[in-house]
Protein backbone atom coordinates (compact mmCIF):
# COMPACT_ATOMS: atom_id res chain seq x y z
CA UNK A 1 0.00 0.00 0.00
CA UNK A 2 1.06 3.67 -0.66
CA UNK A 3 2.62 5.46 2.53
CA UNK A 4 0.24 8.44 4.11
CA UNK A 5 2.37 10.92 2.54
CA UNK A 6 0.75 9.65 -1.05
CA UNK A 7 -2.62 9.96 0.79
CA UNK A 8 -3.47 13.03 -0.87
CA UNK A 9 -2.86 11.33 -4.42
CA UNK A 10 -5.30 8.92 -4.03
CA UNK A 11 -8.67 9.53 -5.71
CA UNK A 12 -11.72 7.32 -4.69
CA UNK A 13 -14.19 6.14 -7.57
CA UNK A 14 -18.14 5.31 -6.10
CA UNK A 15 -19.95 3.13 -8.43
CA UNK A 16 -23.71 3.51 -7.01
CA UNK A 17 -25.46 2.51 -10.42
CA UNK A 18 -26.69 -0.58 -9.08
CA UNK A 19 -28.49 -2.13 -6.05
CA UNK A 20 -25.34 -1.98 -4.39
CA UNK A 21 -22.11 0.17 -3.89
CA UNK A 22 -18.50 -0.40 -5.22
CA UNK A 23 -15.70 1.94 -4.02
CA UNK A 24 -12.12 1.73 -5.39
CA UNK A 25 -9.39 3.46 -4.51
CA UNK A 26 -6.89 4.34 -7.02
CA UNK A 27 -2.97 5.29 -6.18
CA UNK A 28 -0.34 5.79 -8.51
CA UNK A 29 -2.50 5.11 -11.57
CA UNK A 30 -3.11 1.47 -9.78
CA UNK A 31 -6.38 0.12 -8.04
CA UNK A 32 -5.08 -0.80 -4.37
CA UNK A 33 -8.85 -1.52 -2.70
CA UNK A 34 -11.98 -2.29 -3.70
CA UNK A 35 -14.97 -2.58 -1.25
CA UNK A 36 -18.48 -3.59 -1.73
CA UNK A 37 -21.34 -2.73 0.10
CA UNK A 38 -24.81 -4.59 -0.13
CA UNK A 39 -26.45 -3.39 2.98
CA UNK A 40 -26.77 -6.25 5.78
CA UNK A 41 -25.53 -6.60 9.13
CA UNK A 42 -22.20 -3.97 9.92
CA UNK A 43 -19.44 -3.89 12.05
CA UNK A 44 -20.58 -1.55 15.36
CA UNK A 45 -24.15 -2.28 15.18
CA UNK A 46 -25.72 -2.52 18.53
CA UNK A 47 -27.89 -5.15 19.69
CA UNK A 48 -29.90 -6.14 22.26
CA UNK A 49 -29.23 -9.69 23.06
CA UNK A 50 -30.11 -12.86 25.05
CA UNK A 51 -27.28 -14.96 26.37
CA UNK A 52 -28.89 -18.46 25.07
CA UNK A 53 -25.06 -20.24 26.72
CA UNK A 54 -22.71 -19.66 28.84
CA UNK A 55 -19.46 -21.52 27.73
CA UNK A 56 -16.35 -21.22 30.71
CA UNK A 57 -14.17 -23.85 28.29
CA UNK A 58 -14.15 -21.45 26.20
CA UNK A 59 -14.28 -18.33 27.98
CA UNK A 60 -17.18 -17.00 25.72
CA UNK A 61 -20.70 -16.68 26.09
CA UNK A 62 -22.94 -17.25 22.64
CA UNK A 63 -26.11 -14.41 22.76
CA UNK A 64 -29.15 -14.70 20.81
CA UNK A 65 -29.31 -11.60 18.36
CA UNK A 66 -32.26 -10.50 16.52
CA UNK A 67 -33.34 -12.63 13.28
CA UNK A 68 -32.58 -15.99 15.20
CA UNK A 69 -28.66 -15.04 14.38
CA UNK A 70 -26.09 -16.34 17.54
CA UNK A 71 -23.15 -14.18 18.01
CA UNK A 72 -20.09 -14.67 20.20
CA UNK A 73 -19.05 -12.79 23.05
CA UNK A 74 -15.90 -13.43 25.14
CA UNK A 75 -16.07 -13.19 28.89
CA UNK A 76 -13.34 -10.97 28.83
CA UNK A 77 -15.21 -8.00 26.65
CA UNK A 78 -18.02 -7.27 29.22
CA UNK A 79 -18.32 -6.25 32.79
CA UNK A 80 -19.66 -8.77 35.23
CA UNK A 81 -20.74 -12.30 35.35
CA UNK A 82 -23.08 -13.74 33.07
CA UNK A 83 -25.98 -16.31 32.85
CA UNK A 84 -28.10 -18.03 30.77
CA UNK A 85 -31.12 -15.57 30.19
CA UNK A 86 -29.39 -12.74 30.59
CA UNK A 87 -30.27 -9.36 28.11
CA UNK A 88 -27.25 -7.70 27.32
CA UNK A 89 -25.91 -4.89 25.53
CA UNK A 90 -23.50 -5.61 22.73
CA UNK A 91 -22.08 -4.45 19.91
CA UNK A 92 -20.34 -6.44 16.29
CA UNK A 93 -16.37 -5.85 16.57
CA UNK A 94 -16.12 -8.67 13.42
CA UNK A 95 -18.36 -9.41 11.34
CA UNK A 96 -19.36 -13.16 10.37
CA UNK A 97 -18.23 -15.01 7.67
CA UNK A 98 -18.71 -18.69 6.29
CA UNK A 99 -20.84 -20.58 8.91
CA UNK A 100 -19.39 -18.59 11.64
CA UNK A 101 -21.46 -15.84 13.78
CA UNK A 102 -20.07 -12.06 14.46
CA UNK A 103 -18.15 -11.99 17.08
CA UNK A 104 -19.47 -9.54 19.80
CA UNK A 105 -18.10 -7.13 22.94
CA UNK A 106 -19.58 -5.68 25.55
CA UNK A 107 -17.05 -2.85 25.11
CA UNK A 108 -19.45 0.24 23.30
CA UNK A 109 -18.15 2.66 21.38
CA UNK A 110 -19.93 5.08 18.81
CA UNK A 111 -18.41 5.93 16.20
CA UNK A 112 -18.95 9.81 14.47
CA UNK A 113 -17.74 11.24 12.27
CA UNK A 114 -15.45 13.47 14.70
CA UNK A 115 -15.49 11.97 18.22
CA UNK A 116 -15.96 7.79 19.15
CA UNK A 117 -18.05 8.16 22.51
CA UNK A 118 -17.41 5.25 25.62
CA UNK A 119 -19.87 5.05 28.52
CA UNK A 120 -17.07 4.04 30.07
CA UNK A 121 -13.64 4.58 30.89
CA UNK A 122 -13.59 8.09 32.14
CA UNK A 123 -10.73 9.32 29.62
CA UNK A 124 -10.71 12.66 27.02
CA UNK A 125 -8.09 11.91 24.26
CA UNK A 126 -6.68 14.24 22.22
CA UNK A 127 -5.03 13.30 19.06
CA UNK A 128 -1.34 13.86 18.71
CA UNK A 129 -1.81 15.83 15.23
CA UNK A 130 -3.15 18.59 17.11
CA UNK A 131 0.25 20.03 18.47
CA UNK A 132 -0.98 23.26 19.16
CA UNK A 133 -0.83 23.55 23.26
CA UNK A 134 -3.59 26.12 23.22
CA UNK A 135 -5.74 24.33 20.84
CA UNK A 136 -5.31 20.88 22.67
CA UNK A 137 -5.98 22.27 26.38
CA UNK A 138 -9.69 23.96 25.20
CA UNK A 139 -10.16 20.91 23.19
CA UNK A 140 -9.55 18.84 26.52
CA UNK A 141 -11.54 20.53 28.79
CA UNK A 142 -14.33 21.41 26.35
CA UNK A 143 -15.19 17.75 26.27
CA UNK A 144 -14.38 16.73 29.30
CA UNK A 145 -17.26 19.45 30.23
CA UNK A 146 -20.06 17.36 27.84
CA UNK A 147 -19.58 14.21 29.52
CA UNK A 148 -20.36 12.64 32.62
CA UNK A 149 -20.28 9.47 35.02
CA UNK A 150 -16.98 7.89 33.75
CA UNK A 151 -17.96 8.52 29.87
CA UNK A 152 -14.56 8.88 27.43
CA UNK A 153 -14.18 10.36 24.25
CA UNK A 154 -11.75 10.03 21.72
CA UNK A 155 -11.12 13.41 18.73
CA UNK A 156 -10.40 12.05 15.72
CA UNK A 157 -7.39 14.49 14.28
CA UNK A 158 -10.12 15.35 11.45
CA UNK A 159 -12.09 17.46 13.60
CA UNK A 160 -9.25 19.67 14.85
CA UNK A 161 -11.22 23.16 13.19
CA UNK A 162 -14.55 21.99 14.23
CA UNK A 163 -16.38 24.45 16.60
CA UNK A 164 -17.62 24.10 20.15
CA UNK A 165 -21.04 23.97 18.48
CA UNK A 166 -20.73 21.36 16.15
CA UNK A 167 -18.88 18.86 18.80
CA UNK A 168 -21.57 19.36 21.39
CA UNK A 169 -23.90 18.36 18.57
CA UNK A 170 -22.31 15.50 17.33
CA UNK A 171 -21.47 14.38 21.17
CA UNK A 172 -25.44 14.97 21.54
CA UNK A 173 -26.35 12.25 18.97
CA UNK A 174 -23.81 9.68 19.59
CA UNK A 175 -24.55 10.09 23.41
CA UNK A 176 -28.49 9.46 22.63
CA UNK A 177 -27.53 6.01 21.04
CA UNK A 178 -26.42 5.10 24.14
CA UNK A 179 -29.52 6.34 26.23
CA UNK A 180 -31.77 4.54 23.62
CA UNK A 181 -29.92 1.44 23.59
CA UNK A 182 -29.89 1.39 27.43
CA UNK A 183 -33.82 2.08 27.55
CA UNK A 184 -34.59 -0.88 25.22
CA UNK A 185 -31.84 -2.89 27.79
CA UNK A 186 -34.69 -1.73 30.77
CA UNK A 187 -37.49 -3.10 28.79
CA UNK A 188 -36.10 -6.13 27.18
CA UNK A 189 -38.35 -8.81 25.38
CA UNK A 190 -37.03 -10.30 22.35
CA UNK A 191 -33.87 -9.69 20.87
CA UNK A 192 -33.36 -6.36 18.91
CA UNK A 193 -30.99 -4.10 16.90
CA UNK A 194 -30.96 -0.67 18.14
CA UNK A 195 -28.28 1.20 16.41
CA UNK A 196 -27.32 0.49 12.89
CA UNK A 197 -23.68 1.71 12.30
CA UNK A 198 -22.11 3.54 9.54
CA UNK A 199 -20.50 0.47 7.03
CA UNK A 200 -16.97 0.42 6.50
CA UNK A 201 -17.79 1.54 2.95
CA UNK A 202 -19.73 4.79 4.39
CA UNK A 203 -16.52 4.95 6.78
CA UNK A 204 -14.30 4.63 3.70
CA UNK A 205 -16.40 7.21 1.85
CA UNK A 206 -16.78 10.05 4.44
CA UNK A 207 -13.63 9.98 5.70
CA UNK A 208 -11.98 10.23 2.36
CA UNK A 209 -14.96 13.25 1.52
CA UNK A 210 -14.16 15.02 4.27
CA UNK A 211 -10.85 15.31 4.31
CA UNK A 212 -11.09 17.20 0.40
CA UNK A 213 -9.87 14.22 -1.29
CA UNK A 214 -10.98 13.75 -4.88
CA UNK A 215 -13.95 11.93 -6.00
CA UNK A 216 -16.07 10.44 -8.66
CA UNK A 217 -19.22 8.82 -7.94
CA UNK A 218 -21.09 7.32 -10.89
CA UNK A 219 -25.03 7.33 -9.62
CA UNK A 220 -26.62 10.61 -8.88
CA UNK A 221 -28.54 9.60 -5.65
CA UNK A 222 -25.21 8.80 -3.84
CA UNK A 223 -23.56 12.17 -5.75
CA UNK A 224 -26.23 14.24 -3.95
CA UNK A 225 -26.05 12.23 -1.29
CA UNK A 226 -22.40 13.03 0.00
CA UNK A 227 -22.56 16.86 -1.60
CA UNK A 228 -25.19 17.50 0.73
CA UNK A 229 -22.96 15.61 3.73
CA UNK A 230 -20.36 18.33 2.39
CA UNK A 231 -22.78 21.12 2.65
CA UNK A 232 -24.04 20.25 5.90
CA UNK A 233 -20.70 20.44 7.64
CA UNK A 234 -20.08 23.67 5.94
CA UNK A 235 -16.92 21.52 3.90
CA UNK A 236 -15.99 22.58 0.27
CA UNK A 237 -16.68 19.99 -2.43
CA UNK A 238 -15.13 21.31 -4.91
CA UNK A 239 -13.27 17.61 -5.10
CA UNK A 240 -16.35 15.85 -5.54
CA UNK A 241 -17.51 15.36 -9.02
CA UNK A 242 -20.62 13.31 -10.67
CA UNK A 243 -19.57 10.69 -14.12
CA UNK A 244 -20.84 12.10 -16.82
CA UNK A 245 -19.05 9.75 -19.55
CA UNK A 246 -21.06 7.42 -21.77
CA UNK A 247 -19.80 4.60 -20.40
CA UNK A 248 -19.67 3.69 -16.35
CA UNK A 249 -17.82 4.50 -14.54
CA UNK A 250 -15.39 1.31 -12.95
CA UNK A 251 -15.31 0.80 -17.33
CA UNK A 252 -13.63 4.01 -18.06
CA UNK A 253 -11.40 3.86 -15.10
CA UNK A 254 -9.86 0.44 -15.58
CA UNK A 255 -11.97 -0.49 -12.25
CA UNK A 256 -13.37 -3.43 -14.23
CA UNK A 257 -10.52 -4.96 -15.45
CA UNK A 258 -8.42 -4.85 -12.38
CA UNK A 259 -11.67 -6.55 -10.74
CA UNK A 260 -11.01 -9.35 -13.07
CA UNK A 261 -7.67 -9.59 -12.00
CA UNK A 262 -8.50 -9.90 -8.77
CA UNK A 263 -10.49 -12.87 -8.97
CA UNK A 264 -7.92 -14.77 -11.15
CA UNK A 265 -5.37 -17.44 -9.84
CA UNK A 266 -2.52 -16.57 -12.45
CA UNK A 267 -0.87 -12.77 -11.62
CA UNK A 268 2.32 -11.83 -14.35
CA UNK A 269 4.55 -9.87 -12.43
CA UNK A 270 6.63 -7.15 -14.13
CA UNK A 271 10.04 -7.45 -15.43
CA UNK A 272 8.81 -11.41 -16.19
CA UNK A 273 8.02 -14.13 -13.74
CA UNK A 274 3.93 -14.52 -11.91
CA UNK A 275 2.73 -15.56 -9.17
CA UNK A 276 -0.15 -18.37 -8.55
CA UNK A 277 -2.65 -17.74 -5.92
CA UNK A 278 -5.00 -20.71 -4.63
CA UNK A 279 -7.42 -19.57 -1.77
CA UNK A 280 -8.97 -22.59 0.09
CA UNK A 281 -11.14 -23.13 3.25
CA UNK A 282 -8.21 -23.52 5.44
CA UNK A 283 -5.61 -20.69 4.06
CA UNK A 284 -4.28 -19.36 1.38
CA UNK A 285 -1.61 -20.65 -1.11
CA UNK A 286 0.80 -18.49 -3.28
CA UNK A 287 3.32 -19.46 -5.67
CA UNK A 288 6.04 -17.50 -6.88
CA UNK A 289 7.16 -18.81 -10.37
CA UNK A 290 10.09 -17.53 -12.44
CA UNK A 291 8.75 -17.89 -15.73
CA UNK A 292 10.68 -16.51 -18.61
CA UNK A 293 12.48 -14.32 -16.01
CA UNK A 294 14.82 -16.98 -14.71
CA UNK A 295 18.13 -16.51 -17.19
CA UNK A 296 22.13 -17.55 -15.93
CA UNK A 297 23.52 -19.66 -13.57
CA UNK A 298 25.11 -19.84 -10.50
CA UNK A 299 25.61 -16.26 -8.79
CA UNK A 300 23.68 -14.44 -11.69
CA UNK A 301 20.34 -16.77 -11.19
CA UNK A 302 20.42 -16.79 -7.42
CA UNK A 303 20.42 -12.69 -8.31
CA UNK A 304 17.89 -12.88 -10.66
CA UNK A 305 15.58 -15.52 -8.20
CA UNK A 306 15.81 -13.23 -5.74
CA UNK A 307 14.87 -9.75 -7.74
CA UNK A 308 11.67 -12.02 -8.94
CA UNK A 309 10.94 -12.77 -5.34
CA UNK A 310 11.10 -9.78 -4.15
CA UNK A 311 8.46 -8.25 -7.50
CA UNK A 312 6.47 -10.66 -5.80
CA UNK A 313 6.38 -9.68 -2.61
CA UNK A 314 5.28 -6.46 -3.41
CA UNK A 315 3.12 -7.94 -5.55
CA UNK A 316 1.49 -10.38 -3.28
CA UNK A 317 0.66 -8.10 -0.80
CA UNK A 318 -1.03 -5.70 -2.98
CA UNK A 319 -3.41 -8.66 -4.00
CA UNK A 320 -3.99 -9.87 -0.33
CA UNK A 321 -5.48 -6.68 0.11
CA UNK A 322 -7.15 -5.53 -3.02
CA UNK A 323 -8.58 -9.52 -2.55
CA UNK A 324 -9.83 -9.05 1.54
CA UNK A 325 -7.79 -12.20 1.83
CA UNK A 326 -7.62 -13.17 5.47
CA UNK A 327 -6.51 -15.72 7.99
CA UNK A 328 -3.23 -18.32 7.18
CA UNK A 329 -1.34 -17.24 3.67
CA UNK A 330 1.59 -19.39 3.01
CA UNK A 331 4.10 -18.25 0.28
CA UNK A 332 6.09 -21.00 -1.75
CA UNK A 333 9.07 -18.31 -3.42
CA UNK A 334 11.55 -18.87 -5.35
CA UNK A 335 14.46 -21.12 -3.39
CA UNK A 336 16.95 -18.48 -2.35
CA UNK A 337 20.00 -19.68 -0.75
CA UNK A 338 21.36 -17.53 2.13
CA UNK A 339 19.96 -15.59 5.00
CA UNK A 340 20.60 -12.28 3.49
CA UNK A 341 18.29 -13.06 0.44
CA UNK A 342 15.58 -14.37 2.61
CA UNK A 343 15.75 -11.14 5.79
CA UNK A 344 15.44 -9.27 2.13
CA UNK A 345 12.03 -10.75 1.14
CA UNK A 346 10.38 -10.14 4.29
CA UNK A 347 11.76 -6.65 4.56
CA UNK A 348 10.12 -6.53 1.29
CA UNK A 349 6.77 -7.54 2.63
CA UNK A 350 6.85 -5.80 5.96
CA UNK A 351 7.35 -2.71 3.92
CA UNK A 352 4.86 -3.19 1.35
CA UNK A 353 1.95 -3.83 4.20
CA UNK A 354 3.16 -0.81 5.60
CA UNK A 355 0.79 0.27 8.62
CA UNK A 356 -1.03 -3.37 8.55
CA UNK A 357 1.90 -4.36 10.16
CA UNK A 358 0.62 -2.43 13.62
CA UNK A 359 -1.75 -5.33 14.26
CA UNK A 360 -3.78 -6.76 11.63
CA UNK A 361 -0.63 -8.24 9.93
CA UNK A 362 1.70 -11.39 12.13
CA UNK A 363 4.82 -12.67 10.04
CA UNK A 364 5.27 -16.56 11.09
CA UNK A 365 8.84 -16.25 8.65
CA UNK A 366 10.29 -18.91 6.76
CA UNK A 367 9.50 -22.95 7.38
CA UNK A 368 12.24 -25.53 7.36
CA UNK A 369 10.82 -26.43 3.60
CA UNK A 370 11.13 -23.00 2.47
CA UNK A 371 7.71 -21.89 2.71
CA UNK A 372 6.84 -18.12 4.05
CA UNK A 373 3.80 -18.05 6.40
CA UNK A 374 2.27 -14.94 7.84
CA UNK A 375 -1.46 -14.08 8.96
CA UNK A 376 -3.48 -11.29 8.32
CA UNK A 377 -6.46 -10.56 10.36
CA UNK A 378 -10.00 -11.06 8.55
CA UNK A 379 -12.32 -8.07 7.84
CA UNK A 380 -15.21 -9.22 6.21
CA UNK A 381 -15.17 -11.69 2.90
CA UNK A 382 -13.02 -11.74 0.99
CA UNK A 383 -13.83 -10.73 -2.47
CA UNK A 384 -13.97 -13.61 -4.31
CA UNK A 385 -16.58 -15.41 -2.11
CA UNK A 386 -18.82 -12.08 -2.79
CA UNK A 387 -18.75 -12.58 -6.25
CA UNK A 388 -18.55 -16.58 -6.68
CA UNK A 389 -20.21 -19.40 -5.09
CA UNK A 390 -17.90 -22.48 -4.77
CA UNK A 391 -17.59 -25.11 -7.31
CA UNK A 392 -16.94 -28.90 -7.67
CA UNK A 393 -13.85 -27.77 -5.21
CA UNK A 394 -12.32 -25.29 -2.86
CA UNK A 395 -10.21 -23.65 -5.22
CA UNK A 396 -12.62 -23.07 -8.36
CA UNK A 397 -14.97 -21.01 -8.88
CA UNK A 398 -18.18 -21.42 -9.93
CA UNK A 399 -21.18 -19.72 -10.56
CA UNK A 400 -21.88 -15.82 -9.87
CA UNK A 401 -23.58 -15.76 -6.37
CA UNK A 402 -27.35 -14.46 -7.09
CA UNK A 403 -26.38 -11.26 -5.98
CA UNK A 404 -23.63 -10.63 -7.56
CA UNK A 405 -25.09 -11.76 -11.11
CA UNK A 406 -28.01 -9.31 -10.30
CA UNK A 407 -26.44 -6.16 -9.75
CA UNK A 408 -24.26 -7.26 -12.80
CA UNK A 409 -26.91 -7.38 -14.89
CA UNK A 410 -28.38 -3.84 -13.49
CA UNK A 411 -24.38 -2.38 -14.65
CA UNK A 412 -24.92 -3.97 -17.60
CA UNK A 413 -28.44 -2.04 -18.44
CA UNK A 414 -27.13 0.92 -16.98
CA UNK A 415 -24.02 0.88 -19.49
CA UNK A 416 -26.57 -0.09 -22.43
CA UNK A 417 -28.97 2.90 -21.46
CA UNK A 418 -26.55 5.45 -20.43
CA UNK A 419 -28.08 8.88 -21.15
CA UNK A 420 -30.83 7.08 -23.23
CA UNK A 421 -34.05 5.80 -21.38
CA UNK A 422 -35.79 3.21 -24.16
CA UNK A 423 -39.43 3.46 -22.88
CA UNK A 424 -41.31 0.36 -22.20
CA UNK A 425 -39.87 -2.44 -22.84
CA UNK A 426 -39.40 -6.50 -22.06
CA UNK A 427 -36.50 -7.29 -20.61
CA UNK A 428 -35.69 -10.88 -20.72
CA UNK A 429 -33.45 -12.86 -17.20
CA UNK A 430 -32.66 -15.83 -15.73
CA UNK A 431 -35.73 -16.72 -13.46
CA UNK A 432 -33.94 -16.42 -10.33
CA UNK A 433 -33.29 -12.81 -11.88
CA UNK A 434 -36.50 -12.43 -12.97
CA UNK A 435 -37.78 -13.20 -9.75
CA UNK A 436 -35.41 -11.01 -7.69
CA UNK A 437 -37.02 -8.05 -10.12
CA UNK A 438 -40.34 -8.74 -9.04
CA UNK A 439 -39.76 -8.99 -5.33
CA UNK A 440 -37.50 -6.16 -4.44
CA UNK A 441 -38.40 -2.81 -4.75
CA UNK A 442 -34.90 -1.63 -4.93
CA UNK A 443 -34.72 -3.03 -8.33
CA UNK A 444 -37.79 -2.20 -9.24
CA UNK A 445 -37.14 1.55 -8.71
CA UNK A 446 -33.66 1.70 -10.29
CA UNK A 447 -35.31 -0.07 -13.51
CA UNK A 448 -37.81 2.12 -13.63
CA UNK A 449 -34.84 4.90 -13.61
CA UNK A 450 -33.13 3.55 -16.03
CA UNK A 451 -36.17 2.84 -18.99
CA UNK A 452 -38.22 5.95 -17.55
CA UNK A 453 -41.27 3.08 -17.18
CA UNK A 454 -40.67 0.07 -15.42
CA UNK A 455 -40.49 -2.29 -17.84
CA UNK A 456 -42.16 -5.94 -18.39
CA UNK A 457 -39.61 -9.04 -16.93
CA UNK A 458 -40.06 -11.96 -18.69
CA UNK A 459 -38.28 -15.26 -17.33
CA UNK A 460 -35.99 -16.90 -19.76
CA UNK A 461 -34.30 -20.39 -18.74
CA UNK A 462 -31.76 -20.53 -21.58
CA UNK A 463 -29.99 -17.31 -19.94
CA UNK A 464 -27.19 -17.13 -17.94
CA UNK A 465 -27.64 -15.95 -14.55
CA UNK A 466 -25.53 -12.81 -15.14
CA UNK A 467 -27.41 -12.27 -19.12
CA UNK A 468 -30.05 -10.41 -20.16
CA UNK A 469 -31.94 -9.23 -23.16
CA UNK A 470 -33.42 -5.99 -24.00
CA UNK A 471 -36.78 -6.18 -26.46
CA UNK A 472 -38.71 -3.48 -27.65
CA UNK A 473 -42.31 -3.50 -27.11
Same mark, same amino acid.
Given at each position: ?????????????? %?? *??????????????????????? =????????????????????????????????????????????????????? !???????????????????????????????????????????????????? !???????????? !?????????????????????????????????????????????????????????????????????????????????????????????????????????????????????????????????????????????????????????????????????????? =?? *??????????????????????????????????????? #???????? #????????? !???????????????????????????????????????????????????????????????? %????????? *?? %???????????? #??
Amino acid at each position: MPDQANWRDRLLLI %DA *VADERRVALVADDRVRRIWLDRG =GPRRFDIHIGRVSRVMPEMAAAMVVLEGGGDGLLPLDRIDGPLHEGQWVVVQV !SRLGFDDKGPKLTGRIAIEGMAMIFRPAGHVIDIPRKINDPARRDHLAGFLK !SLTQQGESLTLR !SSAADWSDDALRGEFARLKSVWQQAVAAHKNAEKPRQVFRALSDVDQVIERHVMAGLPCIVDGMAEYIRLRGLLRAHGADDAALSAHKGNSLLFTHQGVEKALDEALGVRVDLPGGGWIAIEQTTALCAIDVNAGGAQTGTGANADRRNLDVNLAAASEIVDQVIIRNIG =GL *VVIDPIRMPGRAARDAFEAALRTRFGAEMDGAVQMGGFT #RLGLYELT #RQRSGADLA !SLMFDKGGSLTQWGVPRHEAAKNTVLRGIAGALRHQPMGQCCLRLHPVIARMFNEQENCQRILT %DLFGVLPQR *VA %DADLALDQYVIE #RV
